[in-house]
Nanobody, 122 residues
Framework: VQLQASGGGLVQAGASLRLSCAASGRTLRSYNMGWFRQAPGKEREFVAA????????WYVDSVRGRFTVSRDNAKNTLSLQMNSLKPEDTAVYYCAAVEYRDYVWTPLYDYWGQGTLVTVSS
């Protein structure tokens, strides 16, 4: 399985960005999929995730209400709509897939993408 994240860039505070993650190699319909981020000098942290059906979503408190995670199982893609971006959102964003829902909030994902850089200027 390969995950390819894209959509990062340099924006000003308050702007929006939409990240995408394309999966290839197999369908990930049965997998929960998530977004993580890693800021310079910090550990990778969970951002958001969505269940295989798309019926359940999870967010870290710092992005809830600003970010929206979604997926299109027909296209085998995952998205993260990021609104009202803040400088503290600056990080490399990674998409990932995990089979077991209990692991959604942890870094114990089965597959990882290569990351896309989001930079938010003040």
């Amino acid at each position: 399985v390969q995950l390819q994240a894209s959509g990062g860039g340099l924006v000003q505070a308050g702007a929006s960005l939409r990240l995408s993650c394309a999966a290839s190699g197999r369908t990930l319909r049965s997998y929960n999929m998530g977004w993580f981020r890693q800021a310079p000098g910090k550990e990778r942290e969970f951002v958001a995730a969505i269940s295989g059906s798309g019926h359940s979503t999870w967010y870290v408190d710092s992005v809830r209400g600003r970010f929206t995670v979604s997926r299109d199982n027909a296209k085998n893609t995952l998205s993260l709509q990021m609104n009202s971006l803040k400088p503290e959102d600056t990080a490399v964003y990674y998409c990932a897939a995990v089979e077991y829902r209990d692991y959604v909030w942890t870094p114990l994902y089965d597959y990882w993408g290569q990351g896309t850089l989001v930079t938010v200027s003040s």
